[in-house]
């Protein structure tokens, strides 16, 4: 367990947030702490959509259960967090 600081893009938001997370928080977790720093702040909730993590200019976001050190992030990289309508909302 260690702390690494990455950077959130959320979307939506027009700021950047400095993000420490731990290596062993999943990207399921790492959403909820970017978005602690932008939902109802300066991005509205979107109730029934789930927030994916994914590498910044990536197409696919990571698996929600991947933990911070096996994605192999380094510190100080972009991560954009994205929202997702379920499957079956579609």
């Known amino acids: 367990m260690a702390l690494i600081p990455l950077i959130s893009n959320f979307q939506g938001d027009f700021v950047l947030q400095l993000l420490p997370v731990d290596t062993e928080n999943t ?17 509205a909730p979107r109730p029934g959509e789930i927030l994916r993590v994914r590498r910044q200019g990536s197409d ?12 192999g992030l ?13 499957a079956h909302k579609s």
């Open 27 to 43: 990207m399921d977790e790492v959403a909820q702490a970017a978005a602690y720093h932008s939902v109802g702040r300066r991005v």
């Open 60 to 71: 696919t976001p990571f698996p929600r259960e991947m933990k911070v050190h096996e994605a």
């Open 74 to 86: 380094k510190p100080m990289e972009c991560l954009e967090i994205i929202w997702e309508v379920p």
